[in-house]
């Protein structure tokens, strides 16, 4: 899986990969290619500058450099990664029950997510 990861924030390919191995257990075979049109849809509706305007209240966990203290690195992470890892948080799966996580992302709306995805997509990978 962290290989998978790796791959993912490098190709579009392996980003597929990771997809596919995230909804291989919980969906039928066609789920994926649905699941990313859906991403797709939800970000050509995203406005950067509002993305920006609402990262103000992740990124007091979220630094910029790196990961710290078990929070997760997000910026520079593929824009369609994050809106499926928000996605995810937001319906709570398996292995996304992350209780700040949970709470935050529920109440974000699909253009909030997308907005949030495409901002901190554009930022520098400082890790
Ligand atoms: C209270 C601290 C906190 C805040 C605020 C917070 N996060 Fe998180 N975030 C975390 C932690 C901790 C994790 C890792 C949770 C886990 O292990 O599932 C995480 C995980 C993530 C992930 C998954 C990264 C990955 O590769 O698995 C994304 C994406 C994310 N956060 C985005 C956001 C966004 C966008 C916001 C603002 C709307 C936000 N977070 C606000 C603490 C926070």
């Known amino acids: 899986m962290l290989n998978a990861l790796a791959l993912g924030r490098r190709t579009k ?3 597929l990969t990771l997809a596919a191995l995230t909804f291989a257990d919980a ?3 066609s789920a994926t290619e649905s699941q990313e049109a859906k991403f797709n849809k939800i970000l050509s509706q995203a406005d950067t500058a509002y993305g920006e ?3 103000g209240q992740c990124v007091t966990c979220h630094a910029p450099t790196g990961a710290a203290q078990g929070i997760p ?4 992470l593929p824009d369609v990664y994050l809106v499926q ?4 948080y937001k319906a709570g799966i398996e292995g996304r029950t992350n209780q700040a996580m949970v709470n935050i992302a529920k109440n974000l709306s699909e253009e909030e997510v997308g907005s949030l995805a495409k901002y901190f997509s554009e930022q520098t ?3």
């Open 13 to 15: 390919a392996g980003l």
């Open 27 to 29: 969906s039928p075979a």
């Open 53 to 55: 305007y609402l990262a």
């Open 73 to 76: 690195h997000i910026h520079g």
């Open 85 to 88: 890892t928000l996605l995810e």
């Open 125 to 127: 990978d400082n890790q």
